[in-house]
Antibody, heavy 121, light 113 residues
């Protein structure tokens, strides 16, 4: 059974960097059967896919246009986890952030518990 | 980007009755390599992440009650709950995973009448 455990601060100041980590158990971040994603949810934006990383003999990265200039998703094979960094945040980045596995067949099948991140001074 | 539009936004159904939620994509989500539709349905309860119910438009996830079923192809899809139970009160979302960015519908809130 795959489990994803999120960690990171729930409060970030405007203009600073939001950083979250998703620890994986029951699978490998280097798997070739899926991808590792970050999604956020807010009342104004609904569920918004932010980006993913996956391994196919090399690491691949794919980001939503809306955040492409500010986002970085990085795998850490030594800790079997992946992270999200979102730079230059504003109050509009306030949301519940989720990590999730994308199985190539089943879509987003396993999700982290969610982290409410508030951007405020 | 593929835009996903659900209808209705909210729905009230009596216990034991059928509930039907629709999802329309702005372009086909059919994956030509296996002729399957990259469309999933999720159930979300307050304070919880979305839970996968259906993938490939009509394949029920393991452990999901058989009163949940998915149908449709191309751009038009339906989630049906054949006999509504109290625990089915939730918000339901569709997701297309054919292409990047993956996109979700806006959600349908299901309540008991």
């Amino acid at each position: 059974q795959v489990q994803l455990q999120q960690s990171g601060p729930g409060l970030v100041k405007p203009s600073q960097t939001l950083s979250l980590t998703c620890a994986i158990s029951g699978d490998s971040v280097s798997t070739n059967s899926g991808a590792w994603n970050w999604i956020r949810q807010s009342p104004s934006r609904g569920l918004e896919w932010l980006g993913r990383t996956y391994y196919t003999s090399k690491w691949n990265y794919d980001y939503a246009v809306s955040v492409r200039s500010r986002i970085s998703i990085n795998p850490d094979t030594s800790k079997n986890q992946f992270s999200l960094q979102l730079n230059s945040v504003t109050p509009e980045d306030t949301a519940v952030y989720y990590c999730a596995r994308r199985d190539w067949n089943r879509g987003l099948d396993y999700w982290g518990q969610g982290t409410l991140v508030t951007v405020s001074s | 980007d593929i835009v996903m539009t659900q209808s209705p936004d909210s729905l009230a159904v009596s216990l034991g009755e059928r509930a039907t939620i629709n999802c329309k994509s702005s372009q086909s989500v059919l994956y030509s390599s296996n002729n399957k539709n990259c469309l999933a349905w999720y159930q979300q309860k307050p304070g919880q992440p979305p839970k996968l119910l259906i993938y490939w438009a009509s394949t029920r996830e393991s452990g999901v009650p058989d009163r949940f079923s998915g149908s449709g192809s191309g751009t038009d899809f339906t989630l049906t709950i054949s006999s509504l139970q109290a625990e089915d009160v939730s918000i339901y979302y569709c997701l297309q995973y054919l292409s990047s960015p993956h996109t979700f519908g806006q959600g349908t809130k299901l309540e008991i009448k």
